[in-house]
């Protein structure tokens, strides 16, 4: 099983995913990153919902 932060309601504003914070970048790359490299992001991401609250 693929790690996604998704959560099956994408629209976009500005390039970026308002409901999982992924850039369409990370979309379109994120099947070939490596399990770690999404966990990595996903971290990334989380930090980024916590400094915008």
Do not use: F, Q, Y
């Not at 994120?30 to 930090?47: F, K, N």
């Amino acid at each position: 099983m693929v790690s996604t932060p998704c959560v099956g309601v994408c629209d976009t504003e500005n390039g970026v995913c308002v409901a999982c914070g992924r850039t369409l970048d990370d979309i379109a790359m994120w099947a070939a990153m490596s399990e770690a490299e999404r966990i990595e992001r996903m971290r990334e991401l989380d930090g980024a919902t916590d400094a915008e609250e």
